[in-house]
């Protein structure tokens, strides 16, 4: 695990050793450069498999295929076995960035998927005698890459605040993308916060030539939701998908240093820590964040993440730690968190507070993240099926309010199915996903107009009033309605949102985290089953479910999900209303509206919930702002 960075042009070795060190966090062991007439490339690395052989960049044998990698390949060992017997000579013992080279000599651009590569990476190969750089992000995006055009050709980095150092990096805001951040609570790859610097998509490669310059980044892998005319029955499914989350977390256990699990109390992370369990012949160690001074709120959810954590803990044996922060520790270390960002960002933030305790103990740590978006758990999953019944009862029955529901109906659409719910199933509906998934944004396009400046919206051009899943919905490939909004969620919310929270937290303070669920194995398979087979009723996640029975407590599978969020909403009205009201006035009025900030504020202050995730956003904007000037 590791951070990169890099230029094409005449080498600059102060240049490329302070962009290197502003990733110090990513890699605190060791760093490598290569100061090449026509490229160069840095590293940090955080040493985790061949600790001593491992150094970076790493080349073929005569030095013509030089790499710098941030990631880890898995299953590196097999494709060591292939790539010896099909020739290739490695200088080191077992280390997995080797073979990336040597991938890349046996089978050329397409390599991460002709040698079935099972990692997560963001890397760059300097190939000397077809005079080529190429960048590679892996198929879900795990592990972030970010790029800009400079005079000489390309600038590259793991983190934003690398491509910043270098001069003839621009620092020109992108207004369309952030007015997005405000419906999404992140900005969308490609685009980034700043005009001129792009994140690589997932599963795609991007080259630059001396001649032909920078490339149209272009897919080696598609995500895929295929059609399953042979649809296998609950228990052999369940049966498939025990056995590849098995595999992924034996896969997931290989390194040199030592590691542990998040454990939140949840299913999805305590499956992962009862598999690593079978695996061991010492405790897991195993973590979980808990919070100090709730009251009311979020405060019974919080306590029942202890509550399971502790009883999972028992029940595999494992060396268990608990940390528990208070908002006074949230307020305090808040702009470290915007700052790991680089970024406008209003997720979840959960991670950096319990990964700087865990690099106490460990370097490497197991998670459940992917599940849902895998499974089929938040609200856009459960309004799927549910939005597609009432549209059609509206359509073909002519029906428009809850009396003319029959029980069937009723049935058909729960968990929506009370006087109360089917309200706002009835404002959510709309014809399309993207009409109705656009519905769920933080704020309206409405709201926005109001909010941002005239200067603003001027800047953010077409963008204002767009419907950021209008393209998602032309490229879906899935067929059945939860499919569809799994989909959406892979393509934008996963990779934008999950795991750069997961990514750039958990880095922050240099553990590396490695996501099971998000196994390419898996998610293949799991993309090829019916969404009859994830969601069933008040069921989410309910092919998980029976796949886990045997390997879980009863109580824990029955579990309502809780989610791995800190309480903030509770905190803003109480130990952190100083902080919010602070940082809502602190908005800066060539951008936003005084008038509707302070509006907002005020209905805020006085009780409304609807407006929890709108201050919440504003907050973290405000962070990121100041972190700007």
């Given at each position: 695990?590791?951070?990169i960075?890099?230029?094409?042009g005449?080498?600059?070795?102060r240049?490329?050793?302070?962009?290197?060190?502003?990733?110090?966090?990513?890699?605190?062991?060791?760093?490598?450069?290569?100061?090449?007439?026509?490229?160069?490339?840095?590293?940090?690395?955080?040493?985790?498999?061949?600790?001593?052989?491992?150094?970076?960049?790493?080349?073929?044998?005569?030095?013509?295929?030089?790499?710098?990698f941030?990631?880890?390949?898995?299953?590196?060992?097999?494709?060591?076995?292939?790539?010896?017997?099909?020739?290739?000579?490695?200088?080191?013992?077992?280390?997995?960035?080797?073979?990336?080279?040597?991938?890349?000599e046996?089978?050329?651009?397409?390599?991460?998927?002709?040698?079935?590569?099972?990692?997560?990476?963001?890397?760059a190969?300097?190939?000397?005698a077809?005079?080529?750089?190429l960048?590679?992000?892996?198929?879900?995006?795990?592990?972030?890459?970010y790029?800009a055009?400079?005079?000489?050709?390309?600038?590259?980095?793991?983190?934003?605040?690398?491509?910043?150092?270098?001069?003839?990096?621009?620092?020109?805001l992108?207004?369309?993308?952030?007015?997005?951040?405000f419906?999404?609570?992140?900005?969308?790859?490609?685009?980034?916060?700043?005009?001129?610097i792009?994140q690589?998509?997932?599963?795609?490669?991007?080259?630059?030539?001396?001649?032909?310059?920078?490339?149209?980044?272009?897919?080696?892998?598609?995500?895929?939701?295929?059609?399953?005319?042979?649809?296998?029955?609950?228990?052999?499914?369940?049966?498939?998908?025990?056995?590849?989350?098995?595999?992924?977390?034996?896969?997931r256990?290989?390194?040199?240093?030592?590691?542990?699990?998040?454990?939140?109390?949840?299913?999805?992370?305590?499956?992962?820590?009862?598999?690593?369990?079978?695996?061991l012949?010492?405790?897991?160690?195993t973590?979980?964040?808990?919070?100090?001074?709730?009251?009311?709120?979020?405060?019974?959810?919080k306590?029942?993440?202890?509550?399971?954590?502790?009883?999972?803990?028992?029940?595999?044996?494992?060396?268990?730690?608990?940390h528990?922060?208070?908002?006074?520790?949230?307020?305090?270390?808040?702009?470290?968190?915007?700052?790991a960002?680089?970024?406008?960002?209003?997720?979840t933030?959960?991670?950096?507070?319990?990964?700087?305790?865990?690099?106490?103990?460990?370097?490497?740590?197991?998670?459940?993240?992917g599940?849902?978006?895998?499974?089929g758990?938040?609200?856009?999953?459960?309004?799927?099926?549910?939005?597609?019944?009432?549209?059609?009862?509206?359509?073909?029955?002519g029906?428009?309010?809850?009396?003319?529901?029959?029980?069937?109906?009723?049935?058909?659409?729960?968990?929506?199915?009370?006087?109360?719910?089917?309200?706002?199933?009835?404002?959510?509906a709309?014809?399309?996903?993207?009409?109705?998934?656009?519905?769920?944004?933080?704020?309206?396009?409405?709201?926005?107009r109001?909010?941002?400046?005239?200067?603003?919206?001027?800047?953010?051009?077409?963008?204002?009033?767009?419907?950021?899943?209008?393209?998602?919905?032309?490229?879906l490939?899935?067929?059945?309605?939860?499919?569809?909004s799994?989909?959406?969620?892979?393509?934008?919310?996963?990779?934008?949102?999950?795991?750069?929270?997961?990514?750039?937290?958990?880095?922050?303070?240099?553990i590396?985290?490695?996501?099971?669920?998000?196994?390419?194995?898996?998610?293949?398979?799991?993309?090829?089953?019916?969404?009859?087979l994830?969601?069933?009723?008040?069921?989410?996640?309910?092919?998980?479910?029976?796949?886990?029975?045997?390997?879980?407590?009863?109580?824990?599978?029955d579990r309502?999900?809780?989610?791995?969020?800190?309480?903030?909403?509770t905190?803003?009205r109480?130990?952190?209303?100083?902080?919010?009201?602070?940082?809502?006035?602190?908005?800066?009025?060539?951008?936003?509206?005084?008038?509707?900030?302070?509006?907002?504020?005020?209905?805020?202050?006085?009780?409304?919930?609807?407006?929890?995730?709108?201050?919440?956003?504003?907050?973290?904007?405000?962070?990121?702002?100041?972190?700007?000037?």
């Amino acid at each position: 695990m590791c951070g990169i960075a890099g230029f094409t042009g005449p080498p600059a070795p102060r240049l490329l050793r302070d962009m290197c060190r502003s990733l110090t966090h990513r890699g605190p062991d060791d760093e490598g450069y290569l100061d090449h007439p026509q490229v160069s490339l840095a590293m940090r690395r955080l040493a985790i498999v061949d600790l001593s052989g491992g150094r970076q960049p790493i080349a073929n044998e005569d030095g013509t295929v030089v790499t710098v990698f941030n990631g880890e390949i898995y299953n590196h060992a097999a494709m060591r076995r292939a790539l010896t017997a099909a020739g290739h000579r490695f200088a080191t013992h077992h280390c997995d960035t080797e073979t990336v080279v040597h991938a890349y000599e046996e089978h050329g651009v397409l390599w991460p998927e002709k040698a079935q590569a099972n990692g997560m990476f963001g890397l760059a190969i300097w190939d000397q005698a077809r005079q080529r750089l190429l960048l590679y992000r892996d198929r879900l995006g795990k592990k972030p890459l970010y790029w800009a055009p400079i005079p000489t050709g390309i600038a590259f980095a793991s983190e934003i605040k690398a491509l910043l150092r270098h001069s003839d990096v621009s620092r020109e805001l992108d207004h369309g993308s952030l007015y997005r951040y405000f419906g999404l609570k992140n900005t969308s790859a490609p685009r980034t916060a700043y005009l001129q610097i792009r994140q690589l998509p997932p599963g795609h490669c991007l080259a630059w030539t001396p001649d032909g310059g920078i490339e149209e980044p272009r897919p080696y892998w598609k995500l895929d939701f295929p059609s399953f005319p042979d649809v296998p029955d609950e228990s052999e499914a369940a049966a498939r998908i025990l056995e590849l989350l098995t595999d992924s977390v034996r896969l997931r256990m290989d390194c040199d240093v030592s590691y542990g699990a998040y454990l939140s109390g949840g299913m999805d992370s305590s499956a992962v820590t009862a598999l690593m369990a079978r695996f061991l012949s010492k405790p897991v160690k195993t973590f979980c964040l808990g919070y100090a001074d709730l009251e009311g709120g979020q405060q019974e959810g919080k306590s029942r993440d202890l509550y399971f954590s502790r009883m999972m803990a028992g029940r595999l044996g494992t060396d268990h730690h608990e940390h528990i922060i208070t908002a006074g520790d949230f307020a305090r270390d808040f702009l470290g968190v915007m700052r790991a960002f680089d970024e406008p960002f209003s997720g979840t933030v959960s991670t950096y507070f319990l990964s700087e305790y865990m690099r106490r103990h460990i370097t490497v740590a197991l998670s459940g993240d992917g599940a849902d978006e895998l499974f089929g758990s938040y609200l856009a999953h459960r309004l799927a099926f549910p939005v597609e019944v009432w549209n059609r009862l509206k359509r073909l029955e002519g029906k428009a309010r809850f009396e003319d529901l029959t029980a069937a109906d009723r049935e058909a659409i729960a968990p929506f199915d009370t006087p109360q719910q089917f309200a706002f199933l009835d404002r959510v509906a709309a014809p399309t996903l993207a009409a109705w998934r656009e519905r769920l944004d933080v704020f309206t396009h409405a709201e926005r107009r109001e909010l941002l400046t005239p200067g603003f919206l001027a800047a953010a051009g077409e963008d204002v009033g767009r419907n950021p899943y209008d393209a998602i919905q032309m490229s879906l490939t899935a067929r059945d309605a939860l499919n569809r909004s799994l989909e959406t969620d892979q393509r934008e919310l996963l990779p934008n949102q999950v795991l750069p929270f997961v990514d750039r937290l958990s880095m922050a303070h240099s553990i590396e985290v490695r996501c099971p669920f998000l196994d390419h194995r898996m998610v293949a398979y799991v993309n090829s089953l019916p969404g009859s087979l994830k969601i069933r009723g008040l069921s989410t996640k309910h092919i998980l479910r029976k796949a886990l029975a045997g390997l879980l407590p009863q109580e824990l599978i029955d579990r309502p999900k809780e989610g791995f969020v800190q309480p903030v909403y509770t905190w803003m009205r109480g130990p952190l209303k100083d902080f919010t009201t602070q940082a809502m006035a602190s908005l800066p009025e060539h951008m936003f509206s005084r008038a509707a900030v302070d509006g907002l504020m005020q209905r805020f202050m006085a009780g409304d919930q609807s407006l929890n995730a709108k201050v919440w956003s504003l907050t973290c904007m405000s962070a990121w702002l100041e972190r700007q000037s």
